[in-house]
Nanobody, 127 residues
Framework: QLQLVESGGGLVQPGGSLRLSCTTS????????IGWIRQAPGKDREGISCISRTDGTTAYADSVKGRFTISRDNAANTAYLQMNNLKPEDTAMYYC????????????????????WGQGAQVTVSS
């Protein structure tokens, strides 16, 4: 079990920014593609961003394209999701996942897997 840990969530006003981090002490994240999946109350899970394991190829859902940026720092064994110009509709629980997405096709596995998902970070966008 990877035991991915997210951090950086919180309450922010519309138009504000947050940066989510994802790390683990159990393995090197360089072995995995890293994805971010979110789920708002009463809504389906949505794959929003993915970064490939090898060449840094990225993918974004249309709902976040141009506002969110995914990256990874292999030396720090950490992946990030920089979220700018946040909107109330971005309010959700955000999950970091390992090897659950394909950045070349923009596809995501949305079925929860405790071995490959973090525990989630709550992001609330409200004035």
């Amino acid at each position: 079990q990877l035991q991915l840990v997210e951090s950086g969530g919180g309450l922010v006003q519309p138009g504000g920014s947050l940066r989510l981090s994802c790390t683990t002490s159990k393995s090197s994240l360089t072995s995995y593609s890293i994805g971010w999946i979110r789920q708002a109350p009463g809504k389906d899970r949505e794959g929003i961003s993915c970064i490939s394991r090898t060449d840094g190829t990225t993918a974004y859902a249309d709902s976040v394209k141009g506002r969110f940026t995914i990256s990874r720092d292999n030396a720090a064994n950490t992946a990030y999701l920089q979220m700018n110009n946040l909107k109330p509709e971005d309010t959700a629980m955000y999950y970091c996942t390992a090897d659950e997405c394909n950045a070349y096709y923009g596809t995501y596995s949305l079925e929860y897997d405790a071995d490959l998902w973090g525990q989630g970070a709550q992001v609330t966008v409200s004035s």
